[in-house]
């Protein structure tokens, strides 16, 4: 089971809004509408912020939304602020194993 | 509060074992599946395992297939990962994490970082 495909760094200034592609197969990300997003500042744990391709839990800000077209899932950061900059994680339940998750992205805020 | 904590971490030679627990607190452990996710230094994230609610199926990434078993002790709250004939790119930093109903993973441990070095 390979990792998604994530880009290593995207970067934006701040008030704008930047998106995180997310590729996979038709096993993973094409398959099923399980796919999540992670927020991880260095040193510190991951945290959810979007759940079953769109759905924001409760706490996380509406400036993060998700979507999916076939394949590719996506995070777009509207709003961009400095405390944005963290490197970023989709995942996807799989058929293959159970989960996989994203080769990780890193945001910078300019 | 809702809480997983990870212990077990530590140094240890390759080819020895570890075994690494994770405690939790704050919720009805024995509802949700638990799953084993690590991070080597500068990486990024790699599922390595899950387990059901109730211990009924597991699952185990390529990587650690045949050498990791994960288990849970649902009377104690517990999770845990026994990791055998370790090897140095093992190393990483072990976080356990709980799925939610929702398909997401909502709650994380600090996370314990474990070294297999000689």
């Known amino acids: 089971q390979s990792a998604l495909t994530q880009p290593a760094s995207v970067s934006g200034s701040p008030g704008q809004s930047i998106t995180i592609s997310c590729t996979g197969t038709?096993?993973?990300?094409?398959?099923?509408?399980?796919v999540s997003w992670y927020q991880q500042h260095p040193g510190k744990a991951p945290k959810l912020m979007i759940y079953e391709v769109s759905n924001r839990p409760s706490g996380v800000s509406n400036r993060f939304s998700g979507s999916k077209s076939g394949n590719t899932a996506s995070l777009t950061i509207s709003g961009l602020q400095a405390e944005d900059e963290a490197d970023y994680y989709c995942?996807?339940?799989?058929?293959?194993?159970?989960?996989?998750f994203g080769t990780g992205t890193k945001v910078t805020v300019l | 509060q809702v809480q997983l904590v990870e212990s077990g971490g530590g140094a240890v030679q390759p080819g020895r074992s570890l075994r690494l627990s994770c405690a939790a607190s704050?919720?009805?452990?024995?509802?949700?599946?638990m799953h084993w996710v690590r991070q080597a230094p500068g990486k990024g994230l790699e599922w390595v395992a899950a387990?059901?609610?109730?211990?009924?199926?597991?699952y185990y990434g390529d990587s650690v297939k045949g050498r990791f078993t994960i288990s849970r002790d649902n009377p104690k709250n517990t999770l845990y990962v026994q990791m055998n004939s370790l090897r140095a790119e093992d190393t990483a930093v072990y976080y356990c994490?709980?799925?939610?109903?929702?398909?997401?993973?909502?709650?994380w441990g600090q996370g314990t970082m474990v070294t297999v070095s000689s």
């Open positions: 038709s096993s993973d990300v094409g398959g099923y509408n399980y």
């Open positions: 995942s996807s339940y799989t058929s293959i194993t159970s989960y996989v």
């Open positions: 994490a709980r799925l939610s109903s929702w398909y997401g993973f909502d709650i």
């Open positions: 704050g919720f009805t452990f024995s509802n949700y599946g």
């Open positions: 387990i059901w609610y109730d211990g009924s199926n597991k």
